[in-house]
Structures are given as C-alpha cells and as structure tokens.
C-alpha cells in the first residue's frame, strides 16, 4: 500500500510545517507523527504567500491580471486520500491528486464545463517544495475554451487559449 504511505508522509510533513515544526528536510526523512494520530477527515490548505514570479505563456496580454489575482486569491486543499484541490473565488474548483517524493508535493488538477455550444476546460500543475520556509510552490495553469453555434443557418465558432506559469511562496492552514 504505498499511496496511504506517500499520502501520510505529505500530510505529517504539512502538518509539521502548519504547526512551527518545520518540514522535511532534502532526504525525507519520516517525522516522528504517528499515522494513527493524523486526522484523515480534514484537509491541509494553503494559501498564497508573496508572488514570486509570474508570467503568461498564452492569451490576450488584458487577462493576464485576473489571472495574477486568482492566484493571489487561492487556496491549494490536500486531502489524505490524495485528492487535491484549487478554489478560487467563486470559480468552481479544479480537482485531482497528488503524490509526494522526498519534500516534493507533485500536484495535477482539471475543470471542465460544457454546455450545448461551448466546451472549456482549465489544468494546474505544479509542485510545492516543503523543505523551504516557507514552502515554494511552481505551477503551470492553462485554460482553453471553444464555442460553437448555428444561427439563422449561418455557422459561429470561437475558441481561446490562455496559459500561466509562476512561483510563490505558499502558507499552510487547516480547514
């Protein structure tokens, strides 16, 4: 059962650095947190620190602040189970997992919406690297959109993509 292992690994090691302990350090060596006295029914969250960087690979050069705002404005939820979320906003969240290696947080999350014309789908990758102070996060975000119509027998079609790339430092909660 090595997912429970990487799974409890992470969450000691946020817990950790939620609670002043610090995380792990460049080996990943285990922390003296007993599995048992982990809580499996709330999620370690982090919110964004200072904005390290933050640049866009993709899109109209008037989106790229919204964009810098919603990181600004989001929350990044590990769960034991090793799901992983990203709210911002009132936005739906984007959902996926994570896995952990050493004091590495590897993290991949999706949303997708589509409707009778249109079709949009947004990812986020990244990783977090937990033996810093505080935790550095890298991501990569990317959006793209396509609608389709036909009115009065006439065909309409659009489509747009944008893409972000930046690194932060990430504060840890608990919900």
Do not use: C, K
């Not at 609670?19 to 007993?34: E, F, I």
């Not at 033996?131 to 396509?146: A, Y």
């Amino acid at each position: 059962m090595p997912t429970p292992r990487l799974v409890t690994t992470a969450r000691t090691s946020i817990v950790a650095a939620v609670v002043g302990l610090g995380a792990l350090g460049a080996t990943g060596a285990a922390l003296a947190v007993p599995p048992s006295s982990v809580p499996t029914d709330t999620a370690v969250v982090f919110v964004a620190g200072d904005i390290l960087s933050f640049e866009q690979t993709a899109g109209q050069p008037q989106w790229e602040a919204n964009a810098y705002n919603r990181i600004a404005d989001g929350e990044w939820s590990f769960y034991d189970s090793g799901r992983f979320t990203y709210q911002t906003g009132d936005n739906d969240p984007l959902e996926g997992t994570y896995t952990v290696s050493g004091s590495t947080v590897t993290f991949t999350g999706e949303h997708s919406f589509t409707t009778t014309t249109s079709t949009s789908q947004t990812t986020m990758n990244g990783t977090i690297d937990l033996s810093t102070d505080p935790p550095v996060m890298t991501f990569e975000q990317v959006s793209g959109q396509v609608s389709a119509a036909v009115v009065n027998d006439i065909p309409f079609g659009s489509n747009s993509t944008a893409g972000y790339t930046g690194t932060l430092t990430v504060i840890p909660t608990t919900n």
